[in-house]
């Protein structure tokens, strides 16, 4: 007895310890992995001295001095802005007009000393001594030479006017215009040159206008201080940072270590001699450590079994432990491209659909704690993505619900990106980030999103025969007629097929009814029988004509009989079917009796036979869908053998053949499944129900009446 205990102990204990180690690893490889994000390398640098290695940025972080520059550069490209000083305007308005005015005066001093009201040029030339010029020709601002007075004085007064009146016009208008310094010169030489073409006016009087006009034209824009200076701001402001990427080359091996260089250095905590990194390791570790007790409660309250089998804790422990490295990986590119969500969804299809919402859970939170950086641990990208990565999860999960083809896969996957994506942009829009950057990461969300569900589909393959799971997507291609065991029991076993196709029928209904797995009850149904492919002869449904049976013993006839529930497993085993499946075939008829031939035994040896030689030796049905097929497969056979009845015989006889598993004998063929009285109840009644749609009443058409 006590060996047996030990036998019985070992297998427990045993699980437990390859569940403990996958635990360590699990958390082990979560906190190296968020270590590795949260804590800087440190490396022995100095300014002025070579690099001891090539040096990558921890973290995204904006370069402060680069940006500075560029700022700077876009400051100094701002020319200064001008505005027209309207004081110097009318200042030189004025001092225009003054010196029209003063021409007047000048002329009536000269005729004051003049011997003759209206003296001849020649007169005026001898009288207009030098003394004489310098203080008439003095009185004007701009002061008059010789000649220049000359004309003056030699001008009639509407002369005067019109000089007037063609001058100060032209100084009104580009001095009120606005003169820039450097267009000064071109508006004086066309005014000089339009008085110049004035036909009526004397050379003397062209050279007055061309006086007033070169001291009166001049700049009057001067640079508004406020206006430039706000000019320069917004060129600064619309100077995007530049930013330092995760993983970028801050200094290469060998290279001189700038003070640019050393101050990003500094700044991302890479220096030898910085913080001290105690407390966050320790607050990392409870992280880590809480993120994965709440997984495991989670998956304790909603699917306890997945932690009692172990094929389900090594696909976990697995998934676990490689998506934070490979997330590690994908985050040197972008923080938003994550495979993450690739590991929900295995776990969802390959577990159960519960056990896929604990891991997204636990998922969204290192995929929080991995988008974190150096000195902003758990900040607003962390935060952002835990929120995408739980939409992700779960709603790719529930999507994963209805999913039964490997193509539906990445619809499920897309779905999830789209539920991801939508909240990323709504908090990216709440913290006001720009349009650009909310649309790229949206894009690589997406982008994360289908790659997921494309290494989910190129995969699932090899997790599937890996680990022996008979996954709905897998489970729906063994339904395919062509396949080949489904084919070959087609045209070498008609009649076993048309049966295991009724029996696929009954099962899965009875399967959906009482919330067993349909799927895999109708595709356990579609191949319980093919061990009889081995010799299909044998076998009432196949045969067209004399009995084989007739001519052989009852000892051997049973023998061949109990043979095809041994041949249909092995053969199901060589095309490497799903353990589930085989397991449905080899369990179909557990260890009931052949009575059919026991009876004939008897009777032939007139007394009792050895049972065992007519029983069945493999294991009564260990789970809820092996149960339901053994009973269908029964079922079945026996409605067909009644031939036309009515709707009370077949009944009878569903109740008669479900009720009697429970007692074969002394066997209670039932034993091992888990169902109860109320579901067996059920099962009956779907059954009476599908075989109303089977054997449905057909029309007796007249040429088919009985004389």
Known sequence: MAKQRERKTKPGVYKQAVAGLLLILTLVSAYLTGLACITPRRYSVAEGEPAPATIHANQSMDDEGATEALRQSAMNGVQPVYQIDQALVASLEEGASGFFDSLTDVRAKALQQAATETPTQ????????????????????????????????????????????????KISTALTGGLAEGSVENVRAAAIAEVNAAASLSAGLKQVGALALTEYLQPTYIVDEAATQAARQEAAQQVEPVQIKRGDVIVREGAVVTSAQMALLTQMDMVEGGSNDTLIRVGLALYVLLAYTLFGYGLYALQPQALQDLKAVLIMGLLLTAAPALALLCNMLDIHLTPLPMAAMLIAILVGERAGLCGGVLLALLGGMLASQPGSAFGFDAGAMLLFTLAFALASTFALRKVQTRGAIIAAAGAGGAAGGICLVAVYVIAGKSLGTTLMDAAWVLLSALFSGLLVVGSLSIWENLFDIATPARLNELLN??????????????GTYQHSMNVAALAEAAAERIGADPLLARVGACYHDVGKLRRPQYFKENQQGANIHDTLAPEESAAVIIAHQKDGAALLAKYKMPSQVIRIAAEHHGNSLVAYFYYQAQKKAGGEVDPKKFRYPGNRPSSREGAIVMLADCCEAAVRSLGDCTREAREEMVHKVIWSKLTDGAENLLSNAPLTFHELTEIERSFLRTFSGIMHDRIEYPEEKKP
């Open 122 to 169: 020649a007169e005026w030339e001898a009288l207009l001594t030098e003394q004489m010029v310098a203080s008439l020709g003095g009185s004007t601002t701009p002061a008059l030479d010789k000649q220049a007075l000359l004309g003056v004085l030699m001008a009639t007064e509407a002369e005067l006017t019109m000089l007037r009146e063609i001058v100060l016009p």
């Open 481 to 494: 007629t062509g396949n080949p065991l489904l084919k070959q029991l087609m045209y070498e076993a008609p």
